[in-house]
């Protein structure tokens, strides 16, 4: 921090205190406020009459670079462009009246003008101030833009453009703010489309924020009202947003269906302020995405509810799409590393390393510093994903949903079980059946065994093909036979052995994957094929194909080298009477 000059005049009279020609230079900035004359009845008196003293400041049109102060706050650095900056206040020290404060650029990409009243100066911790109008009557788009060529990213800032009038009245009794925040703006610009007719009021409480915003333009209404009150785990949350009528191609928020509108409305009520405390309901009803025509998506609810039950939780889910439940013990903060641990009974490589483990060790320390709940995951779960021909047509989604999908499991960290069930018996990808789909996973953290099992029907106009995938993994390596069944007159069928071994780069740290084709067999139209003894191997952006041979008698296919993206190395692949249209007959 540099300061080239700083120079003064100061008289000290019996009844006066004058400060004459003040300026104080940066190496871009020139502050030279006029003089400055403090009268009072006696010099003897002045500690006891100080804060009753009229006060008079001006500065007009001084030249501030936001680059002067760079020691304090680096990111100004970056900033050249002068500021013009005009402060006009009367008071005492007692209660200031601001009666202007303009900052602006010479071009004026910036201009924001405001009054305020700040009251309580002589009183420390009860500061309150009356902001009448804070104006941006110009774009604030070429702001960002300015930025932007100075160098700081602006990317989410850039995109907006407003112009608006705030008043505020607030207080700051012992640091913490209180009062009210209404105006109006005039419009606000985001993605290319100008919102108009934005107004709020906001009450500001010790802990709690209570008010509206309200929208409306000819493009959507919206509505949000409601009252927070942040008091840690006894936290509470009433709040009501209503949509209406808003075209999201014209919002340049999608750019498909241009005639469709949306509406909806959403509650919510509930207390605590983490997942793992929370108590309530969120209500979204009336979900709709049509167009004049009432074509498109309708959703009549979606309820969600989560109640607490003696050291449980019940959260349920309830909807035309959606059904179910999850019930137990949740530590929303927990799971994933407790996820992590899981599968490093049956995957120990994939234990945390030893700095990982010391930041596991701060954050316990400081959940029992914050009383947090140190709980362990213990909880069942059940969905059911209802059919929905118009939610798959609408979206153009790749798979159909033509019978429920059950999916079901649970999470037990202190018994060091995991388990997810899907079955799905029927859904459709566009004109083909898919049956018969389940998948079963577990982990046993006792016999630190991981499984996996698999199975589908996919139809085929050639008879339908029987998929198999069945795992099973320990001490870093999981084995894994693949097979299949095609319901014909000729027979295809077969079976892929694998064992894949999980390890660390000592040298690099990198996860690498050493795959083992083992010896097998399949038949490809009444004939059959040898799978030799081969092994591939995944190490970072590098795969190394080591012999592969797929043969038959006079036929084979064979793979030998390395894929990756350099150029000098390759794959090489051997082919032998192979015809490919007897394989896919």
């Not at 005039?186 to 108009?196: C, H, I, R, S, T």
């Not at 969905?383 to 429920?404: C, G, K, M, Q, Y």
Request: with cysteine.
């Amino acid at each position: 921090f540099t300061v080239n000059n700083l120079t003064f005049g100061l008289h000290i009279g019996k009844n006066n205190i004058c400060l004459k020609n003040f300026l104080v230079e940066l190496p871009n900035t020139a502050i030279h406020p006029a003089d400055i004359s403090l009268n009072f009845s006696d010099l003897k008196r002045l500690k006891e009459d100080f804060k009753t003293i009229p006060l008079k400041l001006s500065i007009i049109d001084n030249t501030v670079s936001l680059a002067d102060f760079k020691s304090f706050i680096p990111v100004f650095d970056q900033i050249k462009e002068p500021l013009q900056l005009t402060i006009i206040a009367d008071g005492d020290f007692s209660k200031l009246n601001l009666r202007n404060l303009k900052i602006k650029t010479d071009n004026e990409w910036l201009s924001i003008q405001t009054a305020a009243t700040i009251s309580n100066l002589d009183k420390t911790g009860s500061l309150s101030v009356n902001i009448q109008n804070i104006r941006q009557s110009e774009s604030i788009r070429e702001v960002s833009q300015n930025i932007k060529d100075a160098g700081i990213a602006t990317d989410s800032f850039s995109a907006i453009n407003a112009a608006f009038d705030i008043h505020t009245d607030m207080n700051f009794g012992k640091g913490r703010p209180s009062g009210t925040i209404t105006g109006n703006i005039q419009f606000a610009e985001v993605k290319g489309y100008k919102y108009e007719n934005i107004a709020t009021d906001i009450k500001i409480g010790k802990d709690s924020y209570e008010g509206f915003i309200r929208l409306h333009d000819k493009n959507i209404n919206l509505d949000i009202s409601g009252l927070v009150a942040r008091k840690g785990k006894d936290s509470k949350f009433d709040t009501r947003i209503v949509v209406a009528n808003a075209g999201l191609y014209q919002l340049n928020l999608i750019k498909k269906h241009p005639n469709h509108h949306l509406g909806v409305n959403l509650t919510a009520s509930f207390s605590g302020n983490s997942i793992d405390n929370i108590e309530g309901d969120v209500v979204i009803s009336d979900i709709r995405f049509i167009d004049e025509q009432g074509n498109g998506v309708s959703v009549d609810h979606l309820d969600i509810t989560a109640r607490q039950k003696k050291d449980k939780k019940y959260i349920t889910v309830n909807s035309d799409l959606i059904n179910g439940y999850i019930d137990g013990v949740i530590s929303a903060k927990t799971i994933v590393p407790e996820l992590k641990s899981m599968l490093a009974t049956s995957f120990p490589v994939l234990k945390p390393s030893p700095a990982d483990s010391t930041l596991a060790t701060k954050r316990d320390r400081r959940a029992k510093r914050e009383d947090l709940p140190s709980r362990q995951n213990d909880f069942s779960y059940f969905f059911r994903l209802a059919e929905n021909d118009e939610l798959t047509r609408f979206f153009n989604l790749p798979v159909s949903i033509v019978h429920p999908i059950t999916i079901s499991g649970k999470m037990s960290t202190p018994r060091k079980e995991l388990t997810l069930g899907l079955e799905a018996p029927y859904f459709m990808q566009k004109n083909k059946i898919i049956e018969k789909t389940s998948l079963a996973f577990n982990i046993d953290g006792q016999s630190k065994l991981l499984t996996l099992n698999a199975a589908t029907q996919l139809d085929n106009k050639n008879g339908n093909i029987l998929l198999l995938l069945n795992g099973l993994a320990v001490n870093n390596r999981l084995d894994t036979d693949i097979a299949w069944q095609f319901d014909r007159k000729a027979d295809f069928s077969g079976k892929i052995s694998l064992s894949s071994l999980l390890k660390k780069n000592e040298e690099t740290n990198d996860f690498e994957t050493e795959i083992d084709i083992n010896p097998s067999k399949f038949v490809v139209n009444d004939t059959i094929w040898n799978v030799e003894q081969s092994k591939i191997r995944i190490a970072g952006k590098k795969i190394f194909v080591d012999n592969v041979d797929v043969n038959r008698e006079l036929q084979f296919i064979k793979a030998n080298g390395i894929i990756s993206d350099s150029q000098e190395e390759k794959l090489s692949l051997h082919l032998r009477d192979i015809d490919l249209s007897y394989i896919f007959e």
